[in-house]
T-cell receptor, first 117, second 114 residues
């Protein structure tokens, strides 16, 4: 089974609208972390936001927020007031466990977001 | 610069040759990671270093792949006897380590095997 599932291969959104990128995950660990990264066409991976499994509040970072629904195992990224510069691939990733050595990230297949002027 | 630095940015080589990819992490970061990104396989974890030791090598696809890290800083990923399926972008990341610390990525090395 896929550990990280991103069901939207591509999305087109009008500039200034809000957009939600879906991510569901599968783990049996109680302790885990969820990360979102942005990859513009230039190729660099840019960290956006982090949510820990024990965090009670949804994470927020500027225009980015994470809609964390633990029981549904979903961690959707919400971008408010989208801008042209938000056009990129977006990856959801998970780190499982909290023991020493459990630091690898497992990535989803990504969503390509295109912002339309 | 202050970010993760990878070299070369591009590498083209013939099948069967050995290649070395270098990663210079962010100063102060104790953890270093190698991933690769290809069209067919997406983003795959290769290996993780904490200091100079590698607690997790589970992602190395074959014994042709090896990596080392010296002085708790620079890391080298070596691919011996390259095959065409090794063509990918090899990404290095570093972090302070720990469960909530984000990994910060370099720009990658695009490896093409002819």
């Amino acid at each position: 089974a896929q550990k990280i599932t991103q069901t939207q291969p591509g999305m087109f959104v009008q500039e200034k609208e809000a957009v939600t990128l879906d991510c569901t995950y599968d783990t049996s660990d109680q302790s885990y972390g969820l990360f979102w990264y942005k990859q513009p066409s230039s190729g660099e991976m840019i960290f956006l936001i982090y949510q820990g499994s024990y965090d009670e509040q949804n994470a927020t970072e500027g225009r980015y927020s994470l809609n964390f629904q633990k029981a549904r195992k979903s961690a959707n990224l919400v971008i408010s007031a989208s801008q042209l510069g938000d056009s990129a691939m977006y990856f959801c990733a998970m780190r499982e466990g909290q023991n020493f050595g459990n630091e690898k990230l497992t990535f989803g297949t990504g969503t390509r977001l295109t912002i339309i002027p | 610069g202050a970010g993760v630095s990878q070299s070369p940015s591009n590498k083209v080589t013939e099948k069967g040759k050995d290649v070395e990819l270098r990663c210079d992490p962010i100063s102060g970061h104790t953890a270093l990671y190698w991933y690769r990104q290809s069209l067919g396989q997406g983003l795959e974890f290769l290996i993780y270093f904490q200091g100079n030791s590698a607690p997790d090598k589970s992602g190395l696809p074959s014994d042709r792949f090896s990596a080392e890290r010296t002085g708790g800083s620079v890391s080298t990923l070596t691919i011996q006897r390259t095959q065409q399926e090794d063509s990918a972008v090899y990404l290095c990341a570093s972090s302070f380590g720990g469960v909530s610390q984000p990994q910060h990525f370099g720009d990658g090395t695009r490896l093409s095997i002819l």
